[in-house]
């Protein structure tokens, strides 16, 4: 039986930090190679600087350092995908296509897609919001991260891949800043108290949205992960939810 060795894309993202860390203690320092387009002053080893789209790169490193499953973290989120809308797409689907191929080409054992709540829109129920449910989503980060589920569940179909996903909430972590996600002004809020005293929310009053501890998501992350395949009927991301707040704009 082969040894888990597990490559993370994207890994310097709010995430992907904390993914990092709990599978290291989970299969060891060096069974978990980190990679990221940027290196952080603190990045522990193994680390491989990664363009996702350097599609021959990736699979140099996938063969050289015999991996087996594939965490995909890599993607350009909501707030900041909206600036740059064709890019975001080139990166977040593209990749994904990349991983994916790659993935049946070396007949790895798992590909891990996070998905998320911005697959939804406005004809989504907004309470008690079921597995299956109409899809309209309203940016580009949504309409890749919809597409996608879409991809994981086809090379399941055709390939037989194991591919697995969950759609993440908001995700509240103290371990990095936030990264352009529309749900950050949930831990910007404590940034903004601490360096100017006051915080500007962006949504219209009286949103809600669901959130999740930085913890939580990554037990559900590794719990599914961990999951005997003949267990997993969903291949396109399992609705995963927690709390929801509500915000006030303008209030200090």
């Given at each position: 039986m082969k040894d888990t060795k597990i490559l993370i894309t994207g890994a310097n993202g709010q995430i992907g930090r904390v993914l990092t860390d709990e599978l290291r203690k989970i299969y060891g320092t060096n069974a978990v190679l980190a990679t990221d387009i940027t290196k952080l002053a603190v990045t522990v080893e193994p680390f491989e600087?990664?363009?996702?789209?350097?599609?021959?790169?990736?699979?140099?490193?996938?063969?050289?350092?015999?991996?087996?499953?594939?965490?995909?973290?890599?993607?350009?989120?909501?707030?900041?995908?909206?600036?740059?809308?064709?890019?975001?797409?080139?990166?977040?689907?593209?990749?994904?296509?990349?991983?994916?191929?790659?993935?049946?080409?070396?007949?790895?054992d798992q590909v891990f897609f996070p998905s998320t709540i911005a697959v939804f829109g406005q004809t989504t129920p907004r309470k008690h919001t079921h597995q299956n449910v109409p899809l309209l989503p309203s940016t580009v980060y949504g309409i890749s991260k919809s597409t996608g589920e879409l991809w994981c569940n086809y090379f399941h179909s055709k390939y037989g891949l194991d591919v697995r996903s969950v759609r993440y909430p908001?995700?509240?972590?103290?371990?990095?800043?936030?990264?352009?996600?529309?749900?950050?002004?949930?831990?910007?809020?404590?940034?903004?108290?601490?360096?100017?005293?006051?915080?500007?929310?962006?949504?219209?009053?009286?949103?809600?949205?669901?959130?999740?501890?930085?913890?939580?998501?990554?037990?559900?992350?590794?719990?599914?992960?961990?999951?005997?395949?003949?267990?997993?009927?969903?291949?396109?991301?399992?609705?995963?939810?927690?709390?929801?707040?509500?915000?006030?704009?303008?209030?200090?």
């Open positions: 600087f990664l363009d996702i789209l350097n599609h021959q790169r990736l699979k140099e490193i996938v063969h050289d350092c015999c991996i087996t499953q594939i965490y995909h973290m890599a993607a350009i989120l909501s707030a900041n995908g909206e600036w740059n809308p064709l890019k975001t797409w080139n990166i977040n689907l593209n990749g994904l296509l990349a991983i994916l191929d790659l993935a049946r080409e070396l007949k790895l908001g995700i509240m972590g103290w371990q990095s800043l936030p990264a352009g996600g529309t749900t950050d002004y949930a831990v910007e809020i404590f940034h903004a108290a601490l360096k100017h005293k006051h915080y500007d929310c962006f949504l219209e009053s009286d949103t809600r949205l669901p959130m999740m501890y930085m913890a939580d998501a990554i037990k559900a992350t590794i719990d599914l992960m961990s999951t005997p395949n003949e267990n997993i009927s969903i291949r396109y991301g399992y609705n995963l939810a927690a709390m929801s707040f509500y915000t006030r704009r303008n209030r200090r």
